[in-house]
């Protein structure tokens, strides 16, 4: 069973900056790993992923402002934050695919709110 825990959710000011970071307890090989938010009331978004080569994908609501990186010996994938807008607020979930059935895991998520 993989288990990912994310931390470094919290308050910010608008402007601000916060890092994410998630660790992945498994043995199997990770393809891809990345992360996705939800806010009330809005769609699930994914915010940016990260393949095993370095591939990375960001959404334009984030380009600019959000960098993803990974570290493939110690399972962990980061999501440095900043410029944080109000519309930034959501639960950020970290996920990732992996094994050789590509199966697909996602971790309980960690709140931002960017807020005065």
């Known amino acids: 069973q993989v288990q990912l825990v994310e931390s470094g959710g919290g308050l910010v000011q608008p402007g601000g900056s916060l890092r994410l970071s998630c660790i992945a307890s498994?043995?199997?090989?990770?393809?891809?790993m990345g992360w996705f938010r939800q806010a009330p009331g809005k769609q699930r978004e994914v915010v940016a992923s990260?393949?095993?080569?370095?591939?990375?994908n960001y959404a334009d609501s984030v380009k600019g402002r959000f960098t993803i990186s990974r570290d493939n010996d110690r399972n962990t994938v980061s999501l440095q934050m900043s410029s944080l807008k109000p519309e930034d607020t959501a639960v950020y979930y970290c996920?990732?695919?992996?094994?050789?059935?590509?199966?697909?895991?996602w971790g309980q998520g960690t709140q931002v709110t960017v807020s005065q």
């Open positions: 996920d990732l695919v992996s094994g050789i059935r590509n199966q697909y895991y």
């Open positions: 990260i393949t095993s080569t370095g591939m990375i």
């Open positions: 498994t043995s199997s090989r990770i393809s891809r």
